[in-house]
């Protein structure tokens, strides 16, 4: 499963992007809005850090200049990936930016229907936002489950699935089990990922003892 970091905090992309575990990037103008910087100078600089995909979403709702947004921001870097609403004119400018070759991220899924909509229209990730759909009080997991069944019967089908909107990390772990391509994590669900208490205590016994054996590894 690919991780990627849904956020538009330079410094929190670099930090994590250290890790060596992050495939990617995903923003949102919400993101961006919180950034309070410039959004083609934010989408650039995350290119420079992190090799793998980087969503920068659309901001017009008309498939013209949606296209030519679209097209605009995947000048900006090669792993650029065109994110776009799922509305029809969103899966049109889909259609289009995918038949040119770029790479298109269908965002704002809350049905299966619209997941093979936005397969049909080619996209290369559907975003099923988990977290919003548990917020009112529908099951945003089943969505995954249900897509990754509808996708998995169709091997033409090429659409990576990518949870978004996730809460914590057992959103993370029970998308794996469905077999979800990637998941885009706020950068404290993915500090979550690595914590447990048992490792901590363990941690702290092992050092103590360590030390008294007044043993070092490495030569002074
Ligand atoms: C995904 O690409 C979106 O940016 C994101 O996951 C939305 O999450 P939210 O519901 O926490 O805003």
């Not at 548990?134 to 089943?142: A, K, L, P, R």
């Not at 489950?145 to 990576?160: K, R």
């Not at 016994?205 to 490495?218: K, V």
């Given at each position: 499963m690919k991780f990627f970091v849904d956020?538009?905090?330079?410094?929190?992309?670099?930090?994590?992007?250290?890790?060596?575990?992050?495939d990617g990037?995903t923003?949102?103008?919400?993101?961006?809005?919180?950034?309070?910087?410039?959004?083609?100078?934010?989408?650039?600089?995350?290119?420079?850090?992190?090799?793998?995909?980087?969503?920068?979403?659309?901001?017009?709702?008309?498939?013209?200049?949606?296209?030519?947004?679209?097209?605009?921001?995947?000048?900006?870097?090669?792993?650029?990936?065109?994110?776009?609403?799922?509305?029809?004119?969103?899966?049109?400018?889909?259609?289009?930016?995918?038949?040119?070759?770029?790479?298109?991220?269908?965002?704002?899924?809350?049905?299966?229907?619209?997941?093979?909509?936005?397969?049909?229209?080619?996209?290369?990730?559907?975003s099923?936002?988990v977290?919003?759909?548990?917020?009112?009080?529908?099951?945003?997991?089943?969505?995954i489950?249900?897509?990754?069944?509808?996708?998995?019967?169709?091997?033409?089908?090429?659409?990576?699935v990518l949870v978004a909107s996730i809460?914590?990390p057992?959103h993370v772990v029970e998308a794996a089990?469905?077999?979800a391509d990637v998941c885009t994590l706020p950068?404290?669900v993915l500090?979550?990922l690595?914590?447990?208490?048992?490792?901590?205590?363990?941690?702290?016994?092992?050092?103590?003892?360590?030390?008294?054996?007044?043993?070092?590894?490495?030569?002074?």
């Open positions: 956020t538009a905090d330079v410094n929190e992309i670099r930090d994590l992007a250290s890790t060596g575990l992050v990037v923003t949102n103008p919400s993101l961006i809005a919180k950034s309070g910087r410039n959004f083609i100078e934010v989408i650039q600089e995350i290119c420079e850090l992190v090799d793998g995909p980087v969503s920068a979403e659309v901001a017009a709702t008309d498939y013209e200049i949606m296209l030519e947004e679209g097209k605009k921001l995947a000048g900006l870097a090669p792993n650029v990936t065109i994110k776009v609403p799922l509305t029809p004119d969103g899966l049109k400018t889909c259609k289009a930016l995918s038949d040119d070759g770029r790479k298109v991220n269908v965002t704002l899924c809350f049905s299966a229907g619209q997941a093979i909509l936005a397969a049909k229209a080619g996209a290369a990730y559907i099923p936002f977290g919003r759909l548990d917020d009112i009080s529908s099951d945003g997991m089943s969505l489950d249900d897509i990754c069944a509808i996708y998995a019967n169709y091997p033409e089908i090429n659409t990576e809460r914590s057992n089990k469905m077999g950068p404290t500090r979550q690595f914590t447990h208490p048992l490792t901590s205590a363990g941690l702290a016994a092992f050092l103590s003892d360590w030390a008294e054996t007044g043993q070092q590894i490495l030569d002074p």
